[in-house]
């Protein structure tokens, strides 16, 4: 049987997760939960880059190594490439595939964290679903605006700014509540392509309101890149990896 190491972090890569038998290894950074159910074993934090990660291949004797981290997460998973490089093995990556702009959307995209500040600047009312990025720059917020911000937990936030801890999926009422509650007039939001985290655009494209969307990193290329958790059971499946 053939030794697999899934690097997770998302939905599908806990789905895949689920399928595993007990000599698989489910790697997690450990930002998020941790599962407690789960047959395969599961590993919690980094490797210390690619060299450490190439390394834990080597002891472990992994044959794949199966890169189903968040779009965003571009350092794991140029690590990953690197790594099954470095090893002689395969690698394979789940990469969702982005969200696409639709009639009545004003998507504006930005490139970091500069750009996205000066696109923000006719805007009062932000909306920040980018994760805890924003928290760094609160001493920044213009004295005309006010941030709300919503990151997995909650963390302090400031008089300009208010801190909101939430993990989705979201549903559409609740975020025409937020939107309709909170006077917000603009959306920063990264490109996910994920269902649980779309009503926002859904209702920002009701309300008219402006999207500004981090663009996506470039991922590293890998061996075998897939869109949909079936495919990636599937190909597992018929080299050996999984009953699916
Ligand atoms: P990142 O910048 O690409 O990775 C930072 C470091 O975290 C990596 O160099 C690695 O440390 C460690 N790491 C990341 N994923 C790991 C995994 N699955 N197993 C073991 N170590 C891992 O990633 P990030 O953007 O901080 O995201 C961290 C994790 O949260 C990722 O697994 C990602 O899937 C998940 N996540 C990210 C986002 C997002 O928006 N970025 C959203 C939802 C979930 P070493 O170099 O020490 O090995």
Same mark, same amino acid.
């Given at each position: 049987?053939?030794?697999?190491?899934?690097?997770?972090?998302?939905?599908?890569?806990?789905?895949?997760?689920?399928?595993?038998?007990?000599?698989?290894?489910?790697?997690?950074?450990?930002?998020?939960?941790?599962?407690?159910?789960?047959?395969?074993?599961?590993?919690?934090?980094?490797?210390?880059?690619?060299?450490?990660?190439?390394?834990?291949?080597?002891?472990?004797?992994?044959?794949?190594?199966?890169?189903?981290?968040?779009?965003?997460?571009?350092?794991?998973?140029?690590?990953?490439?690197?790594?099954?490089?470095?090893?002689?093995?395969?690698?394979?990556?789940?990469?969702?595939?982005?969200?696409?702009?639709?009639?009545?959307?004003?998507?504006?995209?930005?490139?970091?964290?500069? %750009?996205? *500040?000066? #696109?923000?600047? /006719? =805007?009062?009312?932000?909306?920040?679903?980018?994760?805890? +990025?924003?928290? $760094?720059?609160?001493?920044?917020?213009?004295?005309?605006?006010?941030?709300?911000?919503?990151?997995?937990?909650?963390?302090?936030?400031?008089?300009?700014? %208010?801190? *909101?801890? #939430?993990?989705? /999926? =979201?549903?559409?009422?609740?975020?025409?509540?937020?939107? +309709?509650?909170? $006077?917000?007039?603009?959306?920063?939001?990264?490109?996910?392509?994920?269902?649980?985290?779309?009503?926002?655009?859904?209702?920002?494209?009701?309300?008219?309101?402006?999207?500004?969307?981090?663009?996506?990193?470039?991922?590293?290329?890998?061996?075998?890149?897939? +869109?949909?958790?079936?495919?990636?059971?599937?190909?597992?499946?018929?080299?050996?990896?999984?009953?699916?």
């Amino acid at each position: 049987m053939k030794r697999m190491l899934l690097l997770g972090g998302v939905t599908e890569a806990l789905a895949i997760a689920r399928t595993l038998g007990p000599e698989h290894i489910y790697s997690l950074a450990g930002v998020g939960r941790v599962p407690t159910d789960l047959t395969c074993q599961v590993r919690v934090g980094g490797y210390g880059g690619a060299e450490g990660l190439a390394q834990f291949i080597r002891d472990e004797g992994i044959e794949l190594l199966l890169d189903a981290t968040h779009p965003y997460a571009a350092q794991i998973s140029q690590n990953a490439a690197t790594a099954a490089q470095m090893s002689g093995i395969p690698c394979w990556a789940l990469r969702r595939p982005a969200w696409q702009p639709q009639a009545g959307d004003d998507w504006r995209e930005v490139s970091d964290w500069a %750009e996205l *500040i000066e #696109a923000l600047k /006719p =805007f009062r009312r932000p909306l920040f679903t980018l994760g805890r +990025e924003p928290l $760094q720059h609160l001493h920044e917020i213009p004295p005309e605006q006010f941030w709300t911000l919503r990151a997995l937990d909650v963390y302090p936030g400031n008089e300009r700014c %208010e801190v *909101i801890g #939430a993990r989705g /999926p =979201f549903v559409i009422e609740e975020e025409r509540d937020l939107f +309709e509650r909170r $006077q917000i007039d603009v959306l920063i939001s990264k490109n996910s392509g994920s269902t649980a985290t779309e009503p926002k655009l859904e209702v920002a494209r009701e309300r008219g309101v402006p999207v500004l969307v981090l663009k996506r990193p470039v991922l590293a290329r890998v061996d075998r890149e897939f +869109e949909l958790v079936d495919e990636v059971l599937a190909a597992l499946a018929e080299c050996n990896m999984t009953d699916a």
